[in-house]
């Protein structure tokens, strides 16, 4: 008989594992299912709220616009006047509440400005939100509808051009503007921390009558220089009796006050420089401005002391414009005497004298100079004194400066700078050709060694060659009227320019030379065919046209030129 009874026993334990596995894997498998549904969820969340927050900030962005659309624009000012907040005190609180006054209250002890608004003078409440400290005179401010200022803002950048004609306090100048239109004018906040001088171009607000911001002018700053040249007397050769001689004028009367109070003598009060071109007269009168400088720094014993060089192109002073030379003149000596009111030295140089100060109703100009000249002898003997101020003036034709400039008293020292002499030549070159100057081995050994000894030969052998009165450095022959001939030679155009372009031509030839595969250093022969180049550019630049003037170079000045006969363009032809 068949048993149909349910498995017992390790089988029936097998099949109720089993079962639990398969429950287990089918729970397992449904947390999957639930994770993955969170995350999507959650993933879908994040975005949702993602744009639920653009959303908002795009509303309030537009909300914010809506605001500002409906608001009443901001007004523009300018501050004219600042009027910070004052303290409270309990006296005036219980008088001004007595009296009820709140006006009294609003104007003493709330901070307020005085602004210029549409044209309109008003005063202003200023926001609590602000610092009044922070506000200057000339700030750009923001007004709300209430005209409270509520914003500071920037400076006016823009403005009409005036120049200062007179500095009347710390807070107010006179200015010139358009058609020598004078005005008084207020210094705005930017410019009060400098120093404002005669003279100086400005921005002015037209508004508010404020001087904002100064400019620098190219046209002004070309024509005046004050930096104090670094060149000295030992930097000058050739010129030992000139120096001396201005020394004693200029040097001896600021060191010596005392003295020269004692004895009655006063200080001169300019100095001409007169001579061929090239001579050294622009360097006579930098000279002059170094060696001031350095006495000051001597006597005070400072080095704060100092001295100021304005070097005036003359040429450039002339303008198209009736009495703007004039103007131009009057700003350069009140420069000097502002700087001069210190007690330091001012050397006023003007270059090229006779382009500016011709000899009135001659004819040989447009007779600009019937006003310039009286205006440059007003500024150097008129009513202001011109103390610790020194006029220097350097030409080539003194002969067509106005007598009046010259006389005894304004340019009463008068110093002429002549040609070098063989003697001078020699401490000219010795300036340029010096023991630091590569110098070729075979000129160093020629003189044992001695490279100062190869220097001076080389020197005296070239000023040999530029003084030699032979047929090869004739010039031009000259016949006076009383039937007097002289020759000129090359010498008698010498000058410490040329010198100085000898050596340089010198030097260039020895660079050429090395850079060619020759050795290096400056030898004989490059100073001689520098000379000789140096001659040759001169050949063509004899002027038949004024006799007068060959007379003067030669130093004939008695005599009248007849005739002149060019020499070097006769041995030109004969090369030919």
Avoid at 142 to 157: Q, S
Avoid at 433 to 441: A, D, G, M, Y
Avoid at 532 to 543: A, C, G, S, T, V
Wanted: net charge negative; with cysteine.
């Amino acid at each position: 008989m068949q048993n149909d009874s349910p498995a017992t026993g390790p089988d029936q334990d097998r099949n109720a594992i089993a079962q639990a596995e398969r429950e287990v894997n089918v729970q397992r498998e449904k947390a999957r299912s639930l994770d993955r549904q969170l995350a999507t969820a959650a993933a879908n969340n994040r975005k949702l709220v993602d744009l639920l927050e653009r959303t908002r900030g795009e509303i309030a962005t537009l909300r914010a616009g809506l605001d500002r659309d409906g608001e009443t624009p901001f007004n523009f000012a300018t501050i004219v006047e600042v009027h910070p907040r004052s303290g409270f005190s309990a006296a005036t609180s219980a008088a001004a509440e007595g009296s009820g006054s709140q006006s009294a209250i609003s104007t003493t002890h709330v901070a307020s400005v005085d602004i210029l608004h549409s044209g309109r003078k008003m005063r202003v409440s200023v926001s609590p939100l602000l610092d009044i400290e922070s506000l200057r005179v000339g700030q750009e401010v923001l007004l709300n509808e209430a005209l409270v200022v509520v914003a500071a803002l920037g400076f006016e950048a823009t403005g009409e051009i005036v120049t200062v004609k007179e500095i009347l306090d710390e807070d107010r100048v006179v200015a010139i503007g358009r058609g020598d239109d004078q005005r008084v004018v207020r210094i705005g906040a930017p410019l009060r921390s400098e120093r404002l001088r005669v003279g100086d171009a400005v921005v002015l607000d037209a508004r508010t009558s404020l001087a904002m911001e100064r400019v620098q002018l190219t046209e002004m700053q070309s024509l005046i220089l004050e930096e104090v040249p670094d060149i000295s007397y030992e930097d000058i050769g050739g010129l030992g009796p000139q120096i001396e001689q201005i020394r004693d004028a200029v040097e001896l009367p600021f060191i010596h006050q005392e003295l020269f109070a004692e004895h009655g003598l006063s200080a001169p009060k300019g100095i001409l420089l007169y001579g061929p071109p090239g001579c050294g007269k622009t360097l006579i009168a930098k000279a002059v401005a170094r060696s001031l400088a350095d006495r000051a720094v001597e006597l005070t014993g400072t080095p704060s002391s100092r001295s100021y060089f304005l070097n005036i192109k003359g040429p450039e002073l002339l303008d198209k414009y009736v009495g703007e030379t004039e103007r131009h003149i009057r700003l350069i000596f009140a420069r000097a005497r502002e700087k001069a009111a210190t007690g330091d030295p001012v050397v006023v140089f003007f270059d090229e004298m006779d382009a500016l100060f011709r000899t009135r109703g001659s004819g040989v100009s447009s007779d600009v100079e019937t006003t310039i000249v009286p205006q440059l002898l007003t500024e150097i003997d008129g009513v202001e004194k011109l103390d610790n101020v020194i006029v220097i003036g350097a030409s080539n034709r003194e002969d067509m400066i106005d007598p009046a400039i010259l006389r005894p008293g304004r340019l009463d020292v008068k110093i002429r700078v002549q040609r070098p002499t063989r003697t001078g030549a020699s401490e000219i070159f010795a300036k340029y050709l010096t023991e630091q100057v590569p110098l070729h081995r075979s000129e160093v050994e020629r003189d044992g060694g001695d490279a100062s000894a190869c220097v001076r030969r080389l020197i005296a052998t070239t000023v040999e060659q530029m003084y030699a009165s032979g047929p090869e450095n004739e010039f031009l022959e000259l016949t006076f009227a009383n039937g007097v001939s002289r020759m000129l030679y090359f010498r008698d155009f010498a000058s410490g320019a040329v010198i100085r372009n000898i050596v340089d031509r010198a030097k260039k030839a020895a660079i050429k030379d090395l850079l060619t595969g020759g050795e290096r250093g400056v030898t004989a022969s490059h100073l001689r065919e520098g000379v000789i180049e140096e001659f040759h550019e001169h050949e063509d630049l004899p002027n038949t046209s004024n006799p007068d003037d060959w007379a003067r170079i030669s130093g004939q000045r008695g005599e009248r030129v007849t005739h002149i006969r060019p020499v070097v363009h006769e041995r030109a032809g004969e090369r030919a």
